[in-house]
């Protein structure tokens, strides 16, 4: 089993910024595609970031220039700097590691941006 635990989530203002962690607990965690994906009501749940093993990233157009995706594998955790944070941005945030067909979810973590 694999468990994904997020925090860092809560109430910001706008153009505030966050940074979002993903512990990964239960697997060689450097073997693993890590991203972050988002839910926000009435919608459905969209990539916002990934990393891939080579140390490579991919972001959504949405965030691009805004938002930063970082891996440690030594403490197998993985961030997301959230900067210029809009109204937009509202929604739960999902860690989520993948492995070939494997993929892991966390429970996620609220974040609500507004003034």
């Known amino acids: 089993q694999v468990q994904l635990v997020e925090s860092g989530g809560g109430l910001v203002q706008p153009g505030a910024s966050l940074r979002l962690s993903c512990a990964a607990s239960g697997t060689i965690f450097s073997s693993y595609v890590m991203g972050w994906y988002r839910q926000a009501p009435g919608k459905q749940r969209e990539l916002v970031a990934a990393?891939?093993?080579?140390?490579?990233?991919n972001y959504a157009d949405s965030v691009k220039d805004r938002f930063t995706i970082s891996r440690d594998n030594a403490k197998n955790t993985v961030h997301l700097q959230m900067n210029s944070r809009q109204p937009g941005d509202t929604a739960v945030y999902y860690c989520?590691?993948?492995?070939?067909?494997?993929?892991?979810w966390g429970q996620g973590t609220q974040v609500t941006v507004s003034s």
């Open positions: 990393i891939f093993l080579g140390g490579f990233t």
């Open positions: 989520n590691a993948q492995r070939l067909q494997y993929s892991h």
